[in-house]
């Protein structure tokens, strides 16, 4: 009888009723499949077309760093000079947060500059404050693993591209904004924090020391 029902349906073009519910079976166990395959599409489009998105997760990274800066001060260490020694796990941890950040800043810096005059000046506009922040917190890390290594004059022999775009972009934002005493009225903290080359300063004025010490002082 069934079968008899199949076959007229399939001569009126129809599917037979278990074929039907078959199907739908099928559907239901490939939904969650298909719903979490699409969702890793949608992530992935949202990473690549929304700068944003990829900010917050940068923002995460920032906040672990901040975490380490103030961990370092805590232990009467500066994070430079943590950073600089790698004595302990957590100086090794903000090597990812460190390269991380670094990609992505890297990145935007180089979309901004390949944006049309108008375009990009918005988008450096938009992202100028997150960019000083990165720059003047992550930079001094870049500047102590540069000596570490035994590097000198990082200002003209190794300083990122994009650490002086963002700089530049800053000087520009800013023009006629700073009083020009006002970092004189700031404590050492704040200088620390403004100008991110600080260390390499400090760094080639100890070279010289080195350089301009009498032959057999031990001082």
Known sequence: MQASINLQLLALGLKPLMQQQQEQAIDIKTLPIKME?????????????????????????????????KSSKNQDTGYYDSYKKMCFTSDQDVIKFHKNLTNYWEEMVEEA????QKEGAAFRT???FAGTNYRRMVEPLDIAQYYREG????????RPKHYKQLEDWLKE????????????????????????CFWAHVEEALISCKWLKPEGCTI
Do not use: C, H
Not at 44 to 50: L, S
Not at 113 to 116: A, F, G, H, L
């Open 37 to 69: 395959t699409l969702e890793k599409i949608f992530i992935q489009k949202r990473k690549t077309f929304d700068p944003s998105w990829k900010l917050n997760r940068v923002k995460i990274d920032m906040a672990k760093l901040e975490w380490y800066k």
């Open 113 to 116: 500059e390949m944006k049309p």
């Open 126 to 128: 938009r992202w100028l």
């Open 151 to 158: 590097g000198e004059d990082y200002m003209t022999e190794a």
């Open 173 to 196: 934002g800013t023009t006629g904004t700073n009083d020009s005493n006002s970092v004189n009225r700031q404590n050492v903290a704040s200088i620390l924090t403004i100008d991110s």
